[in-house]
């Protein structure tokens, strides 16, 4: 292979060889060092390759054994060179295209984070950035071993992580350490509080005296079962009293008022069928779209498509962008207050849903128009675990 690179270079020759003794020109050559090969017979003649320097040496072989020889065609870099000599804007071209490609594979141009779930890829990103690691920076500036120490000083919660580049693309993946599992302290004397205004439903004391019983009206901040526990002997006798971590489930009537409001008209978008393709051409973060569609009107992007430039498993930092719009009118649509009471109904259950920590019992709106919209109020009625711990 090395040396078919090296006569490349050089530059080399196919020749036909004729004549009677075509075996004894073959052997004088290569007596006096000229290397042929490649050597075939081609109907009456011998077919076979030359380099350029062995070539001028060919004349005494030929006129001592009586052989006629003739190019066929030149090979290599200096034919490539006399070809397109005159074509100096190609030249220049791929000259430029070759310069530009280098150049734009020296930068970085994405960075790729796996295997984060409890830390975020904007931090993640972020320390890299800060250690010079970002989209359009030179990779030659960039340690990997010093962004990987970085970022486990920085995050605890990283066991180990492996930073890489490969082409223009830079590759973090992160192992996190098993998260430790919450510890229950069962031993520090509590209380538990009302969280919230409700009146109570029920009351179980595992561990401590409950101060409530079911009926009663409590505030937020009302201790509902204490941690000072009496003990007594017999009856009546009291023989001193101890303070636990109190443990129970108070389940409390609490209830939430919510409002929504819907419009009785609105705008809406109405696609007229008309379609419009934009293509571009990315480098990097730069956009090349000398052809732009004419587009008159209101338009939405809908989709976007495109291909990456890749040479084998090294992508180049160009893409092929090619993007729909669709053309739309804005309409003012008209409800009737009870299709805007229907909404305004759905909105209040979606949001009571989210806000309610225990089970909905009961759900009672109201209904009055107000400037143009209908606006709903909502009386929820939820049972829902009201305590709270608060230490002593």
Not at 24 to 48: C, D, E, H
Not at 114 to 133: H, P, Y
Not at 335 to 364: H, P, Q, R, S
Not at 368 to 376: K, P, Y
Request: aromatic content about 10%.
């Amino acid at each position: 292979m090395f040396l078919a690179l090296w006569y490349y270079l050089q530059g080399y020759v196919m020749i036909t060889v004729s004549g009677f003794s075509v075996e004894r020109f073959v052997n004088m050559a290569t007596f006096r060092g000229i290397y042929l090969w490649n050597i075939q017979p081609k109907g009456s003649a011998v077919q076979m390759n030359v380099s350029i320097k062995g070539y001028s040496l060919l004349e005494e072989c030929a006129e001592k054994t009586g052989c006629q020889y003739n190019i066929v065609c030149q090979y290599g870099l200096p034919a490539f060179f006399k070809k397109y000599k005159k074509r100096k804007i190609l030249a220049f071209g791929v000259l430029f295209f070759v310069v530009a490609l280098y150049t734009l594979s020296s930068f970085l141009w994405t960075v790729e984070v796996e295997g984060n779930e409890r830390i975020e890829t904007e931090d993640l990103l972020a320390v890299c950035e800060k250690m010079g690691m970002s989209p359009g920076k030179l990779k030659w500036s960039m340690n990997t071993d010093t962004i990987t120490e970085s970022l486990l000083e920085t995050f605890s919660d990283i066991s180990w992580v492996s930073v890489s580049m490969k082409g223009t693309n830079a590759h973090i993946k992160v192992v996190e350490t098993i998260p430790q599992p919450e510890m229950v302290d069962k031993t520090t004397p509590s209380d538990l509080i009302a969280k919230k205004d409700s009146v109570i439903q029920s009351i179980t004391a595992e561990v401590g005296t409950p101060m409530v019983q079911s009926g009663d009206v409590v505030k937020k901040g009302a201790l509902l079962i204490s941690s000072e526990v009496i003990i007594a002997a017999g009856e009546e006798a009291e023989v001193g009293r101890e303070y636990v971590h109190a443990r129970g489930t108070i389940l409390g009537k609490v209830w939430y008022t919510l409002e929504e409001k819907v419009a009785l008209q609105n705008t809406e978008k109405k696609y007229t069928g008309e379609e419009k393709k934009d293509k571009s051409l990315l480098i990097g973060d730069v956009v090349l779209n000398v052809i732009q569609p004419n587009m008159e009107g209101t338009y939405e992007k809908q989709k976007t498509g495109g291909s990456q430039f890749a040479i084998g498993d090294f992508q180049l930092p160009l893409a092929w962008v090619e993007e729909t719009y669709k053309q739309y009118e804005t309409v003012v649509k008209e409800k009737t207050e009870e299709e805007a009471k229907k909404e305004v109904e759905e909105l209040l259950k979606k949001k009571a849903t989210e806000m309610v920590e225990g089970e909905i019992e009961n759900i009672e709106i109201t209904y009055h128009i107000e400037q143009d919209s209908v606006v709903g109020t909502a009386m929820i009625t939820a049972l829902e675990e009201i305590s709270e711990e608060q230490r002593q």
